[in-house]
């Protein structure tokens, strides 16, 4: 983890498996994101990857010990034990996020992503939804997010083929923000995570929890909840 100016920096390091997640890795990245929350000036989160990948998810050739050493057995343990902590605390913290997709990302490598509050990507980077094809379902987030970003039908599509997404179509359906030339990838996340660290004390926080909670209300609520929220800014 490296910290500047308001931003924090967890670069996912295994590159030579496109940095798949194995157990250590993921308390890892926990801890990390724990003291990025604990350090009293960083206001930003920075999530990428090292090498050609951002993420490929559960590596494959560790998945028989994280299924059969890290749970209970019980189907599902996996993901309640080592990836839903992690999305939730990302999700909960009161840091922005940005996921800097500098590569492939794939299975749960997607669900770290879309976790975060934005999203900018390499022209060369793409997403696969690579769950199906060895005989899962999506998780870690994806099915969640995925209806909510892209529509059913599109969910529906990419997670059952699991075709390659690149970057141009993951910036037509709203997966990310913006895409770059992979060169400029660290200079725009930078520009960006500056902006942010830069704005006024408190409004990161309760922009962000505005969002995430209107989405689960409805509109009468949301007006309500956006009305408390701006009390909050005009005490
Ligand atoms: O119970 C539970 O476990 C629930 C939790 C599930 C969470 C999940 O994330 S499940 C999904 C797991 N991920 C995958 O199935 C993705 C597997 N990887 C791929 O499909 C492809 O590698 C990619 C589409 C991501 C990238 O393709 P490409 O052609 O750019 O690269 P490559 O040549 O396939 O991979 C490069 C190397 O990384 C290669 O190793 P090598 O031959 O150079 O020694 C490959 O084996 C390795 N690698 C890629 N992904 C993984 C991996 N090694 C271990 N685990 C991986 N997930």
């Known amino acids: 983890m490296q910290s500047a100016d308001g931003v924090c920096t967890i670069t996912l390091n295994r590159p030579h498996v496109l940095n798949a997640f194995i157990a250590e890795m993921l ?3 926990r801890r990390a994101v724990r003291d990025a929350e604990d350090a009293r000036d960083t206001r930003v989160m920075v ?10 998810g559960q590596d494959l ?3 028989r010990w994280i299924v ?10 996996s993901l309640r034990q080592n990836y839903h902590p992690l999305l939730r605390q990302i999700r909960g913290s009161g840091l922005a996020s940005i996921a800097a997709v500098n590569g492939v990302a794939a299975g749960a490598g997607i669900g770290l992503a879309l976790a975060c509050d934005i999203r ?6 793409s997403f696969v939804q690579a769950f199906a094809r060895i005989g899962l379902v999506p998780d870690a987030g994806n099915f969640w997010h995925l209806p909510r970003m892209v529509g059913r039908g599109r ?9 390659r997404v690149d970057a141009d ?4 359906s709203g997966l990310v923000t913006s895409v770059v030339p992979g060169e400029w990838l660290a200079e725009e996340t930078a520009r960006v995570a500056k902006r942010l660290a830069r704005l006024p004390d408190g409004v990161v926080d309760l922009t962000r929890r505005g969002v995430y909670t209107a989405m689960t209300l409805g509109r009468a609520e949301a ?13």
Request: aromatic share 4%.
């Open 61 to 63: 050739n560790a998945r």
């Open 223 to 235: 007006q309500e909840y956006g009305a408390l929220l701006m009390g909050a800014r005009l005490q």
């Open 47 to 56: 999530i990428t990857g090292a090498g050609r990948g951002f993420c490929a």
């Open 68 to 77: 059969t050493e890290t749970t209970r057995n019980r189907g599902g343990d």
């Open 27 to 29: 308390h890892e990245i």
């Open 155 to 163: 969910a529906i599509k990419t997670a059952m083929l699991g075709e």
């Open 120 to 125: 900018l990507m390499a022209r060369e980077a």
């Open 169 to 172: 179509e993951a910036a037509r």
